[in-house]
DNA sequence: CTGTATAGATCTACAGTGTAGAGGCATGAG
DNA sequence: CTCATGCCTCTACACTGTAGATCTATACAG
């Protein structure tokens, strides 16, 4: 019955992976469906509603590898796997990016992958009254992460230490003076981001660990 | 001798600031500044590099408190009041959001912003290898974060726990049943700030000791 | 089979966008 | 006076989202 919307999303979905968020026009969109732009206005409502509905339908793929991740046992590599899982999804479409931050997760998709999180936060033994809170945090430093590495934060321009500091007088950036080896060393990102989820776990235990006492 | 330049940035920003990053137009632009809109392409260059030059604007204002900062001792409240500052500047402009991602931070007085951070994580005694990831971890999550609470992902809709669980059948969120009360309590995001910051603090120290031995 | 209701698609039009390209005009130099 | 230079304006084009009216094909009642 609402083939028709789901038809809708996935020609947007296509577009939006092959010609970027800029390339998704109600234009763009009808045309790959086969008919006039007016005709979407009834099934996804608004152009605010179709990118919705986009967003909704990639955080329904996170949700599918849901039960997956449930089988883990350790909440260590449970929060791991879906950091990764999430990571990698945004690099396969990386105008999520543009939309991440937009709108409140609201979807029954993006519900259930927050309680996987809950749970991971329950079992790592933080206390009830702040999981909501790190979770929080957990998530927004992944959005945040995500939303870089696709979004051109962690492009070149702000890496070559050349470039950066060649616009200002020598001894104005200390801090870069005396880290400077290491930022000429070019970055693994892969790793960063699993020292990253290191640091917050232990971050996670730490907390655990104060609050049994 | 580029003052027009500075004009024009002016009123780009206070468009922004009353009617939204939509409403900045290189047609309003320049009617604003008593302009043709072809007249801004010498001083800006693009419509993309205007944006950039707003970016540029904003973190020049963190920037502006560095003078401030470099004056406190403990690296500790160095760093809070460097993120209390960044925070209290996104929720006056809150459209900065949507440009915070988007584009590596180039300017000289980004930089800038960066060594500070580098400092305080040197001063905390992180070892210098260690310095330029964990000051992207701390830089990406209070990006997260303020582009969260100005872009809307904190909104309503995240956190009112009727509208989230009654579109799934019961039983089906175990973390949200476990959480519940404190869902329900309604978020100090004031304190939610603090607290977090104070448990990055606590993982910069964390992994300081870990250096030292 | 006919008449009609209904839901969906279509067509046209409007106000807005960024910006290419050509022309105008006032200033300062030779 | 002539010319060049730099800034500005004007016009035009292809594009955007979408309001409003119209058309059409299907489903159902008589």
Redesign the interface.
């Known amino acids: 019955m609402s083939g028709k919307r789901e038809e809708i999303l996935d020609a947007a979905l296509a577009i939006a992976d092959e010609r970027g968020l800029a390339g998704v026009s109600m234009r763009s969109v009808a045309q790959a469906v086969g008919v006039t732009p007016m005709a979407l206005y009834p099934h996804v409502g608004d152009k605010a509603g179709l990118l919705d509905a986009m967003l909704g339908r990639m955080l329904g793929l996170v949700f599918q590898s849901a039960p997956k991740l449930a089988e883990v046992t350790d909440w260590r590599d449970r929060v791991r796997l879906f950091a990764h899982t999430a990571r990698s999804l945004s690099q396969g479409h990386p105008w999520v ?1 543009g939309l ?7 979807t ?1 998709d993006a ?2 992958t ?6 991971a936060l ?1 079992d790592a033994g933080v206390p ?2 702040e ?4 979770e ?2 957990v998530s ?2 992944m ?3 995500i ?2 590495e696709s ?8 890496l070559d230490p050349r ?3 060649g ?2 007088p020598d001894g ?5 003076d ?2 400077m ?3 000429a060393e070019g ?1 693994d990102w892969d790793a ?1 981001f699993d ?2 989820l290191d ?2 776990v ?2 996670v235990e ?2 655990a660990a104060k609050a049994r006492a």
Not at 114 to 119: A, G, K, R
Not at 131 to 134: G, T
């Open positions: 990016t991440l931050f937009s709108r409140p997760a609201v029954p519900v259930t927050v309680d996987l999180l809950y749970q329950l009830p009254s999981v909501p809170r790190l929080r945090l927004t430093y959005l945040g992460w939303a870089s979004g051109g934060r962690f492009g070149p321009g702000t470039g950066r500091r616009q200002l104005t950036l200390p801090g870069h005396a880290v080896p290491w930022l970055v960063e020292a990253d640091d917050l232990m971050m730490s907390l």
